[in-house]
């Protein structure tokens, strides 16, 4: 059967059909709309206001270089200036090549590049000495609990470098939909209600941070960059399989194909999404070490990395939280704990890991949040 | 009985990797009794072009979820999918979506 005409320019063929409205446009129509819905995003929620000094978190992969394109070309009407921000993590074989397609894209671009490795602001802690230190205890290393946090402080760092005023990330609807999924299969119940805004303001010294694709269905981002002959890195990381959001990813695959509408109808319902009052989370301190925000005396990077210095890298993950802090451990109640007052320990009160559950027990995944750490982080 | 039929086939987005790292190739495929269709055109790819990991590429009769399938530039949603019936010189192009941005 032939494909129907566009139904904006009548003139062209069309070349997809929105999963949403179903409108059928060409390639040209598509791209213009997209930009226009970036757009839209961007000055609806006035994330980044004339003047901004962006840093876009830049990977070489598809999402951050499908936003670098867009705020390129979108740049002037809105009057911020960009940075591209490259982290590298430390990957042998992996980062290294994706690093190479971020330096062709910025010279292309004609974008400032600044790259900060995990190496130089975590004491020599590349992610592939994570892995190693994390192997072998039997059950999931975790890597991409320590490199989804780490990589948002080095982030931090690096748009601080370049004098930023707004972070930028290139999070599409996806990404956000597995986040959600993530978070209701862990019982994250703090995260769930928190990570649905668009972006988190700032709080304490953390720079705002936002993503302009949090709208744009995965599908629709690969698509831009095929009708806008854009290049990028597409290999995936060497310790993705074992990353926890691979089942969230396969749940939502299948889910897209019996209804289209499901990822950004997921997304939206996060947004609408209300905690009951018991669930939660009190306001969030300081770092007694960094000064950044967090919800107990450490926050979650310096708690990783302690761990990971004091060869116990389990430390700040799950059950081990508790010795970071010279706490004595809980006699059974957690709300009778008063070394647990530092923020409630939720393990048996509410599912809530927007407070580190000390006892985490099965839950090794539950971590403290730091209020810019609010978005998907693995 | 559909008549031999000349079609390119392209791989991106990483799908690639599971041929070889070639991203475009030249297919001639061979007639036979019914006509050329996407569906068989998989079995094809299958059993000629594939060199690992089939059900990276590969579910069921379908190409697995996350993997774009595009027809001279057009969603193969937009023309029937599986069943969309190959012409000479096409061009298929399956693009994976599966993997960190």
Not at chain 1, 41 to 66: F, Q, Y
Not at chain 1, 174 to 192: P, Y
Not at chain 1, 323 to 334: A, F, T
Not at chain 2, 14 to 35: I, N, R, S
Request: glycine share 10%; with cysteine; aromatic share 6%.
């Amino acid at each position: 059967m032939p494909a129907p005409t566009c139904s904006s320019c009548h003139a062209a063929r069309a070349a997809l059909r929105r999963p949403r409205s179903g409108q059928a446009l060409c390639g040209s129509c598509f791209c213009a709309t997209f930009e226009a819905e970036v757009l839209h995003t961007v000055l609806a929620g006035h994330l980044l206001p004339p003047g901004a000094v962006v840093a876009v978190g830049a990977s070489g992969g598809k999402d951050s270089t499908v936003l670098a394109h867009v705020l390129r070309e979108l740049a002037p009407r809105l009057g911020i200036t960009l940075h591209l921000v490259a982290v590298d993590e430390g990957i042998g074989g992996y980062r290294d090549a994706a690093l190479e397609a971020v330096s062709s894209q910025a010279a292309r671009w004609e974008l400032p590049l600044t790259i900060v490795a995990y190496a130089d602001l975590f004491g020599g802690w590349t992610m592939d000495a994570v892995a190693r230190s994390t192997a072998g205890s039997g059950r999931s290393r975790s890597c991409c609990t320590f490199c989804g946090v780490l990589r948002r402080r080095a982030l931090e760092e690096g748009a601080r470098l370049v004098g930023a005023s707004h972070i930028v990330t290139g999070h599409n609807a996806d990404d956000m939909a597995e986040t959600v999924l993530m978070n209701f299969l862990r019982g994250d119940a703090g995260r769930l209600a928190r990570g649905g805004v668009l972006g988190s303001a700032g709080e304490g010294c953390a720079l705002p941070r936002c993503r302009p694709l949090q709208f744009a269905s995965q599908k629709e981002v690969v698509l831009y960059a095929h009708f806008r002959r854009l290049r990028y890195f597409s290999e995936e990381c060497v310790y993705a399989p074992e990353a926890f959001r691979g089942h969230a990813r396969d749940l939502l695959k299948r889910l897209e194909a019996a209804r289209p509408s499901a990822v950004l109808d997921l997304v939206h319902s996060a947004e609408r999404l209300a905690l009951a009052p018991a669930a939660r989370p009190p306001p969030p301190g300081t770092c007694s070490r960094c000064g950044a925000l967090a919800s107990h005396t450490l926050c979650q990077a310096c708690a990783l990395l302690d761990g990971l210095n004091r060869g116990l890298p389990r430390l700040a993950i799950g059950k081990g939280r508790r010795v970071l802090e010279d706490k004595p451990p809980l006699s059974g109640n957690p709300s009778s704990d008063p070394a647990a007052s530092q923020g409630p320990c939720t393990c048996e009160q509410s599912r809530d890991g927007a407070t580190l559950c000390g006892d985490g027990g099965d839950r090794a995944e539950a971590t403290c949040v730091l209020q810019s750490d609010l978005s998907p982080t693995e | 009985m559909a008549a031999p039929l000349c079609v390119e086939v392209q791989f991106g987005g990483g799908a690639e990797l599971l041929f070889d790292g070639v991203k475009k190739h030249q297919v001639t495929l061979p007639g036979q009794e019914g006509p050329w269709d996407i569906r068989n055109l998989l079995v094809w790819i299958k059993k000629n072009l594939l060199k690992e990991r089939p059900e990276l590429f590969i579910q069921g009769e379908s190409v697995r979820p996350g993997i774009l399938v595009l027809i001279n530039d057009a969603d193969w949603e937009l023309l029937g999918e599986l069943d969309y019936q190959l012409q000479d010189q096409d061009s298929i192009l399956f693009i994976s979506t599966l993997h960190g941005g």
